[in-house]
């Protein structure tokens, strides 16, 4: 139920949310009526505790915050207010979010529901990381109120977030603090996966509100009416369809793929089920991903229903659950085993475990915010006086393992099949030709031969033993109403064998020798199709080697330091590396890999990076320098706080994308999928027409009798035909054309430092025809230095700088970054006592912060108005510009140097040159675009002369300046509109709108996280030779899959018609069964074979990327 009052002749609105145990808040004092009713409405209905002291009205924010924790039986109802000085701007703080959303994915969630002002991602000042939560300024009150109504205990990226309103104040990060509503059941959900982070205003049991319990609608209606307001009934909403409707993202193994039509049957299924959003498949990695609704569905249902579909599934991880897999030794009978059960009931924030008696697998979920993995182990070892001894297992090795695992099952079935199919060969084949044992095999043995027992009784085992599984995969593919390449198989070697078991039948019967049995036809047939499976199971392997040798780079074992309380450290404890937790100190030797992500608190040492980020030279490391998990280092002794880990951590993320890209399909495959769709169908017409267009010409006499082979007949010449047309054709080849080529270009621009996002993206990439540059950090190396410095109005220059400085220390722009530190430097050398810390205590405060894009920024200092930016940005505020600072600006801007205005209190007290040099790669891969075909173009918010200084320095043709963000995706849309395919290079926030609009967003690895996720690639090193590695990959990823489509189709459209015969009359060339099931294996992994000559790949080189040539 919701109320709704207002203020009678009101005309401004504002909604205010009453929830359980939650706060009232106001930004006005002349609200207090509002709030006075809503207290007396509490009163009214219940006893509640005394209410805290009101806190004094700060008379020039004109703030007012009262606190209360009542419970209005136990849901949500709303009171709107109308008040004339009602503010024109709020702000909302949204707080557990994942490392991996930036700015612009939050101004894309958030503008749904009003104008937004400006975005502002907490960030950790040591390690330029997110701190996980951010503000958002709206421009409207009821704006603010909606995101909260709408965004609160919502997904976003597998994490739940949770948004409150911000206090407005000088101090930004002033907030509210809130508390959630409580679990009144004790228990915690099931599919409860976050808790609340941040700050939460903690109310002891002794002081919670009892229940409220409303006595009617009216009665409620009523309170409010008497302290002055009108009132309205509304429908509340469902609100908790609202915050239960966040999907998690599960990560499967299916087993039993074939082909293309396999996976369409698999996506099928799954998409079809309650709850599912989203299913992709893939058929080279053998994974599938599935987004579904936890509230209508779980992993087990999944799992069963791709089980009762025929094919093999098991779970591996999912998205948003804090949940840990442990192999337990130790356990060696069911009193262990409920020992073990015991000891975990009693640990705390264990939420749900499962122990696996065959696998001594123990999968445990629980809650982070009670507990963490290493206290789980450590709990459960101590609990069981060490008689159990855990260690964690990765699922991306399970996983490995898994395809060890089925390379290691199809050796195991061929090598059976060529040890049972030998004796039949030799039997048909060699026997014959030995007089004393063809002789032995002649003996007859009741109805039939020695030799025919024999062949039966070995050909059998292989048919149904050994073959089983084609027979399986044929079924589920059936029941599903598919079709693929087992059903071809199951088809031809039966026939085979059923023809001879009737042959032999027949013969002892009518007691002739008429019609010869095949069965080595079969056996051979079963034994090269295995082999085929074999040697494509290794293939498809190789092709993931880019995402095992990613995994590889985690160390096993970290060393953790224990520290006293003084921070000394007391002990080194050789720990499980994926047991370490944020703000752990771990110690890292000279050669060894750097456990986590984190920040270097002690030591220096050069690091090798060039696993993770394609940077071959050693970096160097030192306190506050930031390391990456899986780089190695070289020389020295660091010891590092850990910030991240898990999903978090980089090596992590660069993985889960790899895994992702290989997982996604290109466009293109779409055609592989139309033909694997009719692939099946399409052939058995085709074996169907084979025989009786054979079988009819043979008794209508059409051919001579010589044609048939040895004691054949009609019958059986027409069948060999048919069945050699069945298997020899290979979907299989369509089917893997694509996937294998995107799986190994995906690994090998991951070992060159390109991220690529997708098959689409590098399909996009391949037929690029503009090449669209930001300026600042991209085509320069943002890292700009002030150059000159002007005051005009008799200000102190140290006075200026600190002014400047003090604004600037909000922003996160590379020139402002420049700013500052020109200013501290010049503070230190005037104060030397302050060269420890030189940003520590000399800045002044700021209020009211504001960064515009393509303008500059503006704030608050001493009650005075800051505005630092350019022309466009004074302009707007109706500051002159004098003819002697335009000149001055003039000649910056035609040395390549961008000129940025200062003004104070409405008057114009300064001007900086920065100048930001250009890398001293972009001249070189400029002319290599051109040399590629692509026309490069630079699009810069900077000033005109500027922009064309720095263009003509790196030679481009084509510019645009001063342009807004917002300007540039239209700039973008401008080069599109002729339907060319253009890639957008960017580095910073100001990008990203540009980056989302291009057919292919590029994104410089030095660039913020915001820029990153916009992307299509992710050029990790900081180096414009990347982009052309990049488009030269892909085009030679996009040829390959071209020719592998090629073969694929060249191979069935010329062997098809060989096994039907179509030749047979010219060139007297039968292809018998066998060879053809030979064939079918050959051709499917030829096609993984020429995917795998892209691990040949070699970027070119920056000597020879102008020998580039279009064509």
Same mark, same amino acid.
Not at 9 to 30: D, V
Not at 216 to 232: L, P, R
């Given at each position: 139920?919701?109320?709704?009052?207002?203020?009678?002749?009101?005309?401004?609105?504002?909604?205010?949310?009453?929830?359980?145990?939650?706060?009232?808040?106001?930004?006005?004092?002349?609200?207090?009526?509002?709030?006075?009713?809503?207290?007396?409405?509490?009163?009214?209905?219940?006893?509640?505790?005394?209410?805290?002291?009101?806190?004094?009205?700060?008379?020039?924010?004109?703030?007012?915050?009262?606190?209360?924790?009542?419970?209005?039986?136990?849901?949500?109802?709303?009171?709107?207010?109308?008040?004339?000085?009602?503010?024109?701007?709020?702000?909302?703080?949204?707080?557990?979010?994942?490392?991996?959303?930036?700015?612009?994915?939050?101004?894309?969630?958030?503008?749904?529901?009003?104008?937004?002002?400006?975005?502002?991602?907490?960030?950790?000042?040591?390690?330029?990381?997110?701190?996980?939560?951010?503000?958002?300024?709206?421009?409207?009150?009821?704006?603010?109120?909606?995101?909260?109504?709408?965004?609160?205990?919502?997904?976003?990226?597998?994490?739940?977030?949770?948004?409150?309103?911000?206090?407005?104040?000088?101090?930004?990060?002033?907030?509210?603090?809130?508390?959630?509503?409580?679990?009144?059941?004790?228990?915690?959900?099931?599919?409860?996966?976050?808790?609340?982070?941040?700050?939460?205003?903690?109310?002891?049991?002794? @002081?919670?509100?009892?229940?409220?319990?409303?006595?009617?609608?009216?009665?409620?209606?009523?309170?409010?009416?008497?302290?002055?307001?009108?009132?309205?009934?509304?429908?509340?909403?469902?609100?908790?369809?609202?915050?239960?409707?966040?999907?998690?993202?599960?990560?499967?193994?299916?087993?039993?793929?074939?082909?293309?039509?396999?996976?369409?049957?698999?996506?099928?299924?799954?998409?079809?089920?309650?709850?599912?959003?989203?299913?992709?498949?893939?058929?080279?990695?053998?994974?599938?991903?599935?987004?579904?609704?936890?509230?209508?569905?779980?992993?087990?249902?999944?799992?069963?229903?791709?089980?009762?579909?025929?094919?093999?599934?098991?779970?591996?991880?999912?998205?948003?659950?804090?949940?840990?897999?442990?192999?337990?030794?130790?356990?060696?009978?069911?009193?262990?085993?409920?020992?073990?059960?015991?000891?975990?009931?009693?640990?705390?924030?264990?939420?749900?475990?499962?122990?696996?008696?065959?696998?001594?697998?123990?999968?445990?979920?629980?809650?982070?915010?009670?507990?963490?993995?290493?206290?789980?182990?450590?709990?459960?070892?101590?609990?069981?006086?060490?008689?159990?001894?855990?260690?964690?297992?990765?699922?991306?090795?399970?996983?490995?393992?898994?395809?060890?695992?089925?390379?290691?099952?199809?050796?195991?079935?061929?090598?059976?099949?060529?040890?049972?199919?030998?004796?039949?060969?030799?039997?048909?084949?060699?026997?014959?030709?030995?007089?004393?044992?063809?002789?032995?095999?002649?003996?007859?043995?009741?109805?039939?031969?020695?030799?025919?027992?024999?062949?039966?009784?070995?050909?059998?085992?292989?048919?149904?033993?050994?073959?089983?599984?084609?027979?399986?995969?044929?079924?589920?593919?059936?029941?599903?109403?598919?079709?693929?390449?087992?059903?071809?198989?199951?088809?031809?070697?039966?026939?085979?064998?059923?023809?001879?078991?009737?042959?032999?039948?027949?013969?002892?019967?009518?007691?002739?020798?008429?019609?010869?049995?095949?069965?080595?036809?079969?056996?051979?047939?079963?034994?090269?199709?295995?082999?085929?499976?074999?040697?494509?199971?290794?293939?498809?392997?190789?092709?993931?080697?880019?995402?095992?040798?990613?995994?590889?780079?985690?160390?096993?074992?970290?060393?953790?330091?224990?520290?006293?309380?003084?921070?000394?450290?007391?002990?080194?404890?050789?720990?499980?590396?994926?047991?370490?937790?944020?703000?752990?100190?771990?110690?890292?030797?000279?050669?060894?890999?750097?456990?986590?992500?984190?920040?270097?608190?002690?030591?220096?040492?050069?690091?090798?990076?060039?696993?993770?980020?394609?940077?071959?030279?050693?970096?160097?490391?030192?306190?506050?320098?930031?390391?990456?998990?899986?780089?190695?280092?070289?020389?020295?002794?660091?010891?590092?706080?850990?910030?991240?880990?898990?999903?978090?951590?980089?090596?992590?993320?660069?993985?889960?994308?790899?895994?992702?890209?290989?997982?996604?399909?290109?466009?293109?495959?779409?055609?592989?999928?139309?033909?694997?769709?009719?692939?099946?169908?399409?052939?058995?017409?085709?074996?169907?027409?084979?025989?009786?267009?054979?079988?009819?010409?043979?008794?209508?006499?059409?051919?001579?009798?010589?044609?048939?082979?040895?004691?054949?007949?009609?019958?059986?010449?027409?069948?060999?035909?048919?069945?050699?047309?069945?298997?020899?054709?290979?979907?299989?080849?369509?089917?893997?054309?694509?996937?294998?080529?995107?799986?190994?270009?995906?690994?090998?621009?991951?070992?060159?430092?390109?991220?690529?996002?997708?098959?689409?993206?590098?399909?996009?990439?391949?037929?690029?025809?503009?090449?669209?540059?930001?300026?600042?950090?991209?085509?320069?190396?943002?890292?700009?230095?002030?150059?000159?410095?002007?005051?005009?109005?008799?200000?102190?220059?140290?006075?200026?700088?600190?002014?400047?400085?003090?604004?600037?220390?909000?922003?996160?722009?590379?020139?402002?970054?420049?700013?500052?530190?020109?200013?501290?430097?010049?503070?230190?050398?005037?104060?030397?006592?302050?060269?420890?810390?030189?940003? @520590?205590?000399?800045?002044?405060?700021?209020?009211?912060?504001?960064?515009?894009?393509?303008?500059?920024?503006?704030?608050?200092?001493?009650?005075?108005?800051?505005?630092?930016?350019?022309?466009?940005?004074?302009?707007?505020?109706?500051?002159?510009?004098?003819?002697?600072?335009?000149?001055?600006?003039?000649?910056?801007?035609?040395?390549?140097?961008?000129?940025?205005?200062?003004?104070?209190?409405?008057?114009?007290?300064?001007?900086?040159?920065?100048?930001?040099?250009?890398?001293?790669?972009?001249?070189?891969?400029?002319?290599?675009?051109?040399?590629?075909?692509?026309?490069?173009?630079?699009?810069?918010?900077?000033?005109?002369?500027?922009?064309?200084?720095?263009?003509?320095?790196?030679?481009?043709?084509?510019?645009?300046?001063?342009?807004?963000?917002?300007?540039?995706?239209?700039?973008?849309?401008?080069?599109?509109?002729?339907?060319?395919?253009?890639?957008?290079?960017?580095?910073?926030?100001?990008?990203?709108?540009?980056?989302?609009?291009?057919?292919?967003?590029?994104?410089?690895?030095?660039?913020?996280?915001?820029?990153?996720?916009?992307?299509?690639?992710?050029?990790?090193?900081?180096?414009?030779?990347?982009?052309?590695?990049?488009?030269?990959?892909?085009?030679?990823?996009?040829?390959?899959?071209?020719?592998?489509?090629?073969?694929?189709?060249?191979?069935?459209?010329?062997?098809?018609?060989?096994?039907?015969?179509?030749?047979?009359?010219?060139?007297?060339?039968?292809?018998?069964?066998?060879?053809?099931?030979?064939?079918?294996?050959?051709?499917?992994?030829?096609?993984?074979?020429?995917?795998?000559?892209?691990?040949?790949?070699?970027?070119?080189?920056?000597?020879?990327?102008?020998?580039?040539?279009?064509?």
């Amino acid at each position: 139920m919701r109320f709704v009052a207002s203020e009678e002749g009101g005309k401004s609105r504002e909604w205010i949310r009453i929830l359980s145990h939650s706060h009232l808040w106001s930004t006005s004092p002349s609200r207090r009526e509002m709030w006075a009713a809503a207290i007396s409405l509490c009163r009214t209905y219940a006893a509640p505790p005394p209410l805290p002291p009101s806190p004094p009205v700060d008379s020039t924010r004109k703030n007012l915050v009262f606190c209360s924790p009542y419970q209005v039986n136990c849901r949500p109802f709303r009171v709107r207010a109308s008040f004339s000085d009602y503010p024109l701007a709020s702000r909302i703080v949204v707080r557990n979010l994942p490392y991996s959303v930036g700015e612009s994915s939050l101004l894309e969630e958030f503008s749904n529901f009003g104008h937004i002002a400006e975005v502002k991602l907490v960030k950790d000042k040591a390690t330029k990381m997110s701190r996980g939560y951010a503000f958002i300024q709206y421009t409207c009150q009821d704006d603010a109120v909606l995101a909260l109504e709408n965004m609160d205990h919502k997904k976003l990226n597998g994490r739940m977030i949770y948004v409150e309103l911000a206090r407005p104040g000088k101090d930004s990060h002033g907030l509210l603090k809130t508390c959630g509503p409580p679990d009144l059941s004790g228990k915690h959900s099931e599919n409860e996966n976050e808790k609340m982070a941040g700050n939460q205003s903690q109310f002891s049991s002794s @002081s919670a509100a009892a229940p409220l319990f409303l006595r009617q609608d009216e009665d409620v209606k009523s309170a409010i009416e008497d302290a002055g307001f009108v009132v309205e009934i509304l429908e509340e909403p469902n609100s908790s369809k609202t915050k239960n409707n966040g999907t998690l993202v599960g990560q499967f193994i299916i087993g039993g793929m074939t082909c293309a039509a396999c996976v369409n049957s698999v996506e099928g299924i799954l998409r079809s089920l309650p709850g599912v959003r989203r299913a992709v498949v893939a058929l080279a990695t053998s994974l599938g991903e599935v987004e579904y609704d936890p509230a209508h569905i779980g992993k087990d249902d999944i799992v069963s229903t791709i089980e009762d579909a025929g094919f093999e599934a098991s779970f591996v991880q999912s998205s948003g659950q804090d949940k840990i897999i442990l192999g337990v030794a130790g356990v060696f009978s069911e009193l262990d085993a409920n020992f073990l059960e015991a000891i975990i009931s009693t640990l705390k924030g264990v939420r749900q475990f499962c122990f696996d008696w065959r696998s001594r697998e123990l999968e445990i979920l629980f809650d982070p915010e009670v507990v963490k993995p290493r206290s789980l182990v450590e709990g459960i070892e101590k609990g069981s006086s060490e008689k159990f001894k855990l260690h964690v297992i990765n699922p991306y090795m399970r996983m490995t393992s898994k395809d060890v695992a089925e390379a290691t099952n199809m050796l195991r079935l061929f090598t059976s099949s060529v040890l049972l199919s030998i004796p039949v060969f030799l039997i048909r084949i060699v026997c014959p030709r030995i007089h004393l044992v063809y002789s032995l095999l002649l003996w007859r043995c009741g109805p039939f031969m020695i030799g025919d027992w024999l062949k039966w009784a070995l050909v059998s085992v292989v048919q149904f033993v050994i073959g089983k599984r084609f027979y399986v995969a044929a079924g589920r593919a059936l029941r599903n109403g598919s079709t693929n390449m087992d059903v071809l198989v199951a088809l031809g070697t039966s026939a085979s064998y059923f023809y001879s078991v009737f042959a032999l039948l027949y013969g002892a019967v009518s007691g002739s020798r008429s019609l010869p049995s095949y069965f080595e036809t079969s056996s051979m047939l079963i034994t090269f199709v295995l082999l085929g499976k074999y040697l494509e199971s290794v293939a498809k392997g190789k092709t993931s080697d880019a995402i095992k040798k990613l995994i590889e780079l985690s160390p096993v074992t970290a060393l953790l330091l224990i520290k006293d309380k003084g921070g000394r450290c007391i002990e080194e404890r050789e720990i499980d590396a994926l047991l370490i937790q944020p703000g752990d100190a771990l110690k890292v030797l000279p050669g060894a890999k750097v456990p986590a992500d984190g920040v270097v608190i002690w030591g220096s040492s050069y690091i090798n990076e060039s696993m993770v980020t394609g940077e071959s030279d050693l970096v160097l490391k030192e306190v506050n320098s930031l390391v990456i998990g899986g780089t190695i280092n070289q020389s020295g002794v660091l010891h590092i706080e850990v910030t991240r880990v898990g999903s978090d951590a980089v090596l992590s993320q660069i993985i889960s994308l790899v895994e992702t890209a290989q997982m996604s399909k290109a466009p293109i495959q779409k055609f592989a999928d139309f033909v694997a769709s009719i692939f099946v169908p399409t052939v058995v017409a085709m074996a169907l027409l084979t025989f009786l267009g054979w079988y009819t010409a043979g008794t209508l006499g059409a051919y001579p009798e010589g044609w048939l082979p040895k004691n054949g007949n009609h019958f059986v010449f027409s069948l060999m035909f048919s069945i050699s047309v069945v298997v020899i054709a290979c979907p299989c080849a369509l089917g893997l054309a694509t996937p294998t080529a995107v799986m190994v270009a995906t690994g090998v621009g991951a070992n060159n430092g390109v991220l690529i996002k997708g098959g689409d993206a590098l399909e996009r990439a391949q037929k690029v025809k503009y090449v669209i540059l930001d300026k600042t950090g991209t085509l320069t190396q943002g890292k700009a230095n002030v150059t000159a410095v002007k005051v005009f109005n008799g200000m102190d220059l140290g006075e200026f700088l600190k002014l400047v400085a003090s604004a600037e220390a909000s922003s996160e722009h590379p020139m402002a970054r420049a700013i500052l530190g020109y200013a501290s430097h010049f503070h230190c050398f005037e104060d030397s006592q302050n060269q420890k810390d030189p940003n @520590s205590g000399w800045l002044m405060e700021t209020s009211e912060f504001c960064a515009l894009p393509g303008r500059g920024i503006q704030c608050f200092i001493d009650g005075k108005l800051i505005l630092i930016g350019n022309r466009k940005l004074l302009n707007e505020n109706g500051i002159e510009i004098p003819s002697h600072v335009e000149n001055c600006l003039i000649e910056l801007e035609d040395s390549a140097k961008t000129g940025i205005l200062v003004a104070c209190d409405r008057e114009l007290v300064g001007v900086l040159g920065v100048a930001d040099p250009v890398k001293r790669e972009a001249a070189m891969v400029v002319e290599g675009l051109v040399k590629m075909g692509i026309k490069p173009v630079m699009v810069t918010g900077d000033n005109w002369r500027t922009a064309r200084a720095v263009a003509k320095e790196v030679g481009i043709h084509e510019v645009m300046a001063e342009v807004m963000p917002a300007g540039k995706a239209e700039a973008v849309r401008s080069f599109q509109k002729d339907g060319s395919t253009v890639v957008m290079v960017g580095d910073g926030i100001n990008d990203s709108p540009a980056l989302a609009a291009a057919d292919v967003g590029m994104a410089i690895g030095a660039g913020t996280d915001i820029a990153i996720e916009a992307a299509d690639y992710v050029l990790m090193r900081n180096n414009l030779e990347d982009i052309i590695t990049a488009i030269d990959l892909s085009r030679k990823t996009f040829a390959r899959i071209q020719l592998n489509y090629v073969f694929a189709m060249a191979y069935n459209v010329v062997a098809i018609p060989t096994a039907a015969g179509v030749f047979f009359p010219w060139l007297r060339l039968m292809l018998p069964p066998w060879a053809a099931g030979a064939c079918m294996a050959a051709s499917s992994v030829s096609v993984v074979c020429s995917s795998l000559l892209l691990r040949r790949y070699r970027k070119p080189r920056l000597t020879t990327i102008l020998e580039i040539t279009v064509e």
